[in-house]
């Protein structure tokens, strides 16, 4: 089975400053890992994922994760914080394994607050 | 390249009564997952549609059923409605082939009064 704890549900950080939302998750299997943003009233937008291949990986609007399975992590960094990152943020998890698209386990989200 | 729509955007309904909620995939999509996000909670697994046919199920009652068309595009039937039904319910398709990636709709906010 698959979890995903997402530690801190409100981050607030000044504009310009570095933004670290946490994510720790729990697999029985080599996961995938999702970061999707949400901004109100709004689905979900893909930000990055990892797939099993580099461990670093860059999404978009300057965000990167780094998965480390030593620690059981994947959080969310942006060197500089903009208003417009303003939005709720959740991690996911799913099985790996290429072709097989299983269901995805979210944590329980991260609104992020961006002063000015 | 149209992204998943999702129809209607907003619903409200009394308690006992039955919903239908749509959903188009991105093109080139075969598989449709639909989730059930409650205020202020991640979205949660309903279940998920491939050829027709429900793959996997979460952990929802038998009043939610579904139905995916030959075209792919897929239904969120929800019976008997009860105020805890109120939510985003939200759409997500992949290709089974090929794609690591579920890509979501702006979801169906449903109000059960």
């Known amino acids: 089975a698959q979890s995903v704890t997402q530690l801190g549900s409100h981050v607030s950080v000044s504009e310009g400053a570095l933004v670290l939302l946490r994510c720790n998750y729990s697999?029985?299997?080599?996961?995938?890992l999702f970061w999707y943003v949400q901004y109100p009233n709004q689905g979900l937008q893909l930000l990055l994922k990892y797939t099993s291949a580099a461990t670093l990986v860059k999404g978009i609007n300057g965000f990167e994760a780094e998965f480390k399975k030593s620690e059981t992590s994947f959080h969310l960094t942006k060197p500089s914080a903009h208003m417009s990152d303003a939005a709720e943020y959740f991690c996911a998890v799913t099985r790996g394994g290429g072709s097989t698209l299983g269901r995805l386990y979210f944590g329980r989200g991260t609104q992020l607050t961006v002063w000015p | 390249d149209a992204g998943v729509t999702q129809s209607p955007t907003h619903l409200i309904k009394t308690r006992g009564q039955q919903v239908t909620l749509r959903c188009s995939p991105k093109?080139?999509?075969?598989?449709v997952s639909w989730y059930q996000q409650a205020l202020g909670q991640g979205p949660q697994f309903i279940f998920q549609y491939y050829e027709e046919e429900e793959r996997q199920r979460g952990n929802f009652p038998d009043r939610f059923s579904g139905h995916q068309f030959p075209n792919y595009s897929s239904e969120l039937n929800v019976n008997a409605l009860l105020l805890g039904d109120s939510a985003l319910y939200l759409c997500?398709?992949?290709?089974?082939?090929?794609?690591?990636?579920?890509?979501f709709g702006p979801g169906t906010r449903l109000t059960v009064l």
């Open positions: 697999s029985s299997v080599p996961p995938y």
């Open positions: 093109s080139g999509h075969d598989t």
């Open positions: 997500a398709s992949s290709s089974l082939a090929g794609s690591d990636t579920q890509y």
